[in-house]
């Protein structure tokens, strides 16, 4: 069975860091661009950040930008979104998606592609 499976979230104080998982079973992620999203309570899904297949490209949402940082390590099937410094208004249920794209862009992700379950992240003191 093909899943994605994110995991790391959890409850942090402001100011602090968590780094998410998400790990492919049932299929390479390496042919793969990879993007994170996030669904706060009574808000619309929002990207957050997009890594392309080879790591080349990657980009943030503005409220984001260098605060998260996207990795992948295809040897190990799994992509990483390092969030440092994190704000109350980061709290979300954050979701990975998947989708074969062989260039060095990033997808227009829909619900047709892989998507995880999600994994809760709270920031609250």
């Known amino acids: 069975q093909l899943q994605l499976v994110e995991s790391g979230g959890g409850l942090v104080q402001p100011g602090g860091s968590l780094r998410l998982s998400c790990a492919a079973s049932?299929?390479?992620?390496?042919?793969?661009?990879i993007g994170w999203f996030r669904q706060a309570p009574g808000k619309e899904r929002e990207g957050v950040s997009c890594?392309?297949?080879?790591?080349?490209?990657?980009n943030y949402a503005d409220s984001v930008e260098g605060r998260f940082t996207i990795s992948r390590d295809n040897a190990k099937n799994t992509v990483y979104l390092q969030m440092n410094n994190l704000k109350p208004e980061d709290t979300a249920v954050y979701f990975c998606?998947?989708?074969?794209?062989?260039?060095?862009?990033?997808?227009?992700?829909?619900?047709?592609?892989?998507w995880g379950q999600g994994t809760q992240v709270t920031v609250s003191s």
């Open positions: 890594i392309s297949y080879s790591g080349g490209y990657r």
């Open positions: 998606a998947a989708r074969v794209w062989g260039m060095s862009s990033c997808p227009k992700f829909n619900p047709n592609d892989y």
């Open positions: 049932g299929f390479t992620l390496a042919r793969y661009a």
